[in-house]
């Protein structure tokens, strides 16, 4: 089966500019995560998705971040406007339901904000 | 709440040797337990995960684990790693509900031939 599609793979940008990352997950999964993980240290979650309805966003530092996931398929993940700390790997994972414990990650897209 | 220690942030072994990488979990709630490995400029990967039962897991590419619960521990071990387990491992729990996954800060594996 395809894996979880993510792009673009790099970013580069200033600080106070904006970006976005976007990401599809494995046909199915009901269950979308965007996890942050900064270098030296382990994925922290920012938001996950049931179907196209928020389940946990308590991480997502909603005065510079936005997700959606329309249609309950793919999402997308906006920083406006991005941070020097916002430097970090941007994991997409997806799981087909509640019941199923196994995530699935993509390559993750890696953000330098200068 | 939950959380995870990975005591070593690099372990440095020569092919062929053994290996363990350490973790420890803190947790209000029974949970389950995962290692799961990132290769260089790739996504994670599920290693092996224990959910009940027998406390020695065995994963893929010859790793296992051994759940102790009194130590609240779940370390990874392998017999004899070679130069392609070079990556970076990281050790999850999850509450039984299975609502949100913590990982811990990881441990680069560094394997010299």
């Known amino acids: 089966e395809a894996g979880v599609a993510q792009s673009p793979r790099y970013k580069i940008i200033e600080k106070r500019q904006s970006v976005a990352f976007w990401c599809n997950p494995i046909?199915?999964?009901?269950?979308l995560y965007w996890y942050q993980q900064i270098l030296g240290q382990g994925p922290k979650l920012l938001i996950q998705?049931?179907?196209?309805?928020?389940?946990?966003d308590s991480q997502l530092p909603k005065d510079r971040f936005s997700a959606e996931r329309l249609k309950g398929v793919d999402s997308t993940l906006k920083i406006q406007p991005a941070k020097l700390e916002d430097s970090a790997v941007y994991l997409c994972?997806?799981?087909?339901?509640?019941?199923?414990?196994?995530?699935?990650f993509g390559s993750g897209t890696q953000l330098s904000v200068l | 709440a939950q959380s995870v220690t990975q005591l070593d942030s690099q372990v440095p072994v020569f092919e062929e040797a053994p290996v363990e990488l350490r973790c420890n979990y803190s947790?209000?709630?029974?949970?389950?337990l995962f290692w799961y490995v990132q290769y260089p400029n790739q996504g994670l990967q599920l290693l092996l995960k224990?959910?009940?039962?027998?406390?020695l897991v065995k994963g893929i590419n010859g790793f296992e684990a051994e759940f102790n619960k009194s130590q609240t521990s779940f370390h990874l071990r392998k017999p004899s790693v070679h130069i392609s387990d070079t990556a970076e491992y990281f050790c999850?729990?999850?509450?039984?509900?299975?609502?949100?996954?913590?990982f811990g800060s990881g441990t680069k594996l560094n394997v010299k031939p």
């Open positions: 994972a997806s799981r087909r339901g509640t019941a199923n414990e196994k995530l699935f």
């Open positions: 046909s199915g999964h009901a269950t």
């Open positions: 998705f049931q179907n196209n309805g928020v389940v946990d």
């Open positions: 947790s209000s709630v029974s949970v389950y």
């Open positions: 224990y959910l009940s039962g027998s406390t």
């Open positions: 999850a729990v999850t509450p039984y509900n299975f609502n949100k996954f913590y």
